[in-house]
């Protein structure tokens, strides 16, 4: 065994190795860059190298660099993770040439994989089956538009390196066609350093089904069963779960015999996926394969009790596998849910903000948090959103979806949107619970997942104003008297009660109306009102009494907003006396603004044109994804306040319209 490796990455998955490598008695190496200085994943290694600044490209990405410190450090390994340099063939080739061990599979295999096209032209020869599309170098606009045109609508148009959804556009018609390539061209581009794409016919309601394979020197090859990772958005899973719910032997078996001959037929080594679409007739397709070690493995490991990473580690050593396929069974059910800082509202657009406050789930056997970050760290826009996954096993599936629910009402983060509220309204939908899922399956219950009827809201705006009432903060209490003269409950003499607080919400004003009573205070919030009494139970929460009910809020107040987080649902008001003093609110209609903080990669629009609503004025990328700013109105652009290359922040102003 090594006896010291380098962790070629950061997050949540450089913890998760270096966890394992102190297990194994083998020391751990961290690299950071500037902005992860005080980073989980540099306190949970033996040692910790700075690799270069924030961005990727001058840290992670720094291969020359990151060599330098393995050999500086004496590391005789580097395990890359995922993302970064983990499928890069010639940091692989670099870190043979060096001496150094590289934890994952030979260049050549990581070659042959690392082009989706050529990928694919291995495995049509190879026998297995194929999604219609174009895989082929000729990459002019003209032969692209006629095989768009030969295999027909709806189609994907996907970059032919990486994955993650990056690059990725499906175009429904031909005349859709030409602005779709030049979108996935870019963010291609911007990814992945390779502009090369693949075009595909876009099946109707498949699967995304995946067989974890894993090989050694001494030519073995085994699976460790399937997963199903259907549950996306944005083409970027969310929702991971093992096995794959309603798959039959007969199917599981051939899906895992053609994930192994794909192995073999590159002479592949180390940990890796096969991803496969599974059709509603049963019939499967080769999509890709993924040269390392898979962001959603912990639901492998928990329906095997199988250690992956120890299984990289044993293999780069040179042993043979640890098992053979007739000694990996399976038990049980798994899944894994990923927790981003995002806004699911506004269409999964990726957050950043600092956690201000962070509760996790009980700690059981049955439930596995994979993180990279704690409370008070900063979740900035360098670097994938991903907060933590949350890993839940049971004896079935039901038990572990039902598992999986409590743990997501545990789990309550503020300081910074998450996907949290969003993915406990997921796993309660009765289609999910009954496994009748697809890769569509957030597109097309968009309306269920998102509904409100505005009360949850009414009383989170009613707690909210709760938690800036003097009169709860027992904190400063009144004297053992109780005299009314410094009591800090708004007494009046011979009248009532009253006060008004106002709250702010996606460009909306909320009043909340608050009255003394002789049981409490009453709220009253739109035709609503409520019976509340309460008192802080410390800094960071208050525990409430609401119409007979108990609850325990956490809460985070700031300069100008106020998050509490109530019902497994973070929510955040502004103040709008402290944001906007008597101004009001400005109306945003002809003044788009940045939905995040980002680089403009585009503008679609010049000074002086003519737009209509649904059309790009700006894109702007963030964490390598590009997002449309469009137009809500018919309107003329009157003045363009950022260029091409700009950084801008969350709510700036980047287009004036005037607005016919």
Known sequence: MFSKILIANRGEIAVRVATTARKLGVASVAVYSVADKNALHVEACDEAYCVGGAAVS??????????????????????????????????????????????????????????????????????????????????????????????????????????????MRLVESQKKFAEALVSARREASSAFGDERVLIERYLGKPRHVEMQIFADHQGACVHLFERDCS??????????????????????????????????????????????????????????MNTRLQVEHPVSEMITAQDLVEWQLRVACGEALPLTQREIVKHGHAFEARIYAESPENDFMPASGRIKYLRLPEKADSVRIDTGVRCGDLVGINYDPMIAKLIVHADNREAALAKLRLALRQYQILGLSTNIGFLARLVAMP?????????????????????????????????????????????????????????????????????????????????????????????????????????????????????????????????????????????????????????????????????MSGAVVALSVAV??????????VVVEAMKMEHAVVTQVGAKVSDILVAVGDQVDEGETLVLLEVE
């Open 58 to 167: 001058e840290s992670y990405l720094n291969a020359e660099r990151i060599l330098q410190v393995a050999q500086q450090c004496g590391a005789e390994a580097i395990h890359p993770g995922y993302g970064f340099l983990s499928e890069n063939a010639a940091f692989a080739q670099a870190c043979e040439a060096a001496g150094i061990v590289f934890i994952g599979p030979p260049a050549s295999a990581i070659e042959a994989m690392g082009s989706k096209s050529e990928a694919k032209a291995l495995m049509e020869k190879a026998g297995v089956p194929l999604i219609p599309g174009y895989h082929g170098d000729d990459q002019q606009d003209a032969q692209l538009a006629k095989e768009s045109k030969r295999i027909g609508y709806p189609q994907l148009i996907k970059a032919s390196a990486g994955g993650g959804g990056k690059g």
């Open 231 to 288: 549950i996306q958005r944005r083409h970027q899973k969310i929702l991971e779960e093992a096995p794959a719910p309603g798959l039959d032997d007969t199917i599981r078996a051939a899906m895992g015999k053609a994930a192994i001959n794909c192995a073999r037929a590159i002479n592949y080594v180390g940990a890796g996926t096969i991803e496969f679409l599974l059709d509603q007739d049963g019939s499967f397709y080769f999509m890709e």
């Open 608 to 617: 002086g044109d003519t737009v209509e609503p649904g059309d790009t004025l």
């Open 431 to 595: 289609e999910l619970i009954a496994g009748d899922i697809d890769t569509g399956f957030i597109a097309t219950h968009h309306e269920r997942l998102f509904a409100d009827d505005g009360r949850q809201l009414n009383r989170a705006l009613v707690l909210a104003a709760a938690a800036m009432l003097p009169a709860f903060d027992n904190r400063n209490t009144s004297p053992a008297d109780g005299s009314p003269w410094v009591s800090l409950d708004c007494w009046r003499l011979n009248l009532r009660s009253s006060q008004r607080i106002e709250l702010e919400q996606d460009a909306s004003i909320y009043p909340v109306v608050i009255a003394r009573h002789q049981d409490g205070w009453h709220f009253a919030c739109g035709e609503e009102s409520y019976l509340l009494t309460g008192h802080w139970i410390d800094q960071h929460r208050l525990r409430i009494e609401i119409d007979g009910e108990w609850v325990e809020l956490p809460v985070v107040r700031g300069k100008d907003s106020i998050s509490i987080y109530y019902q497994g649902q973070a929510y955040r008001f502004g103040i709008p006396a402290a944001i906007h003093g008597d101004e009001g609110m400005a109306e945003d209609a002809d003044h788009p603004r940045a939905p």
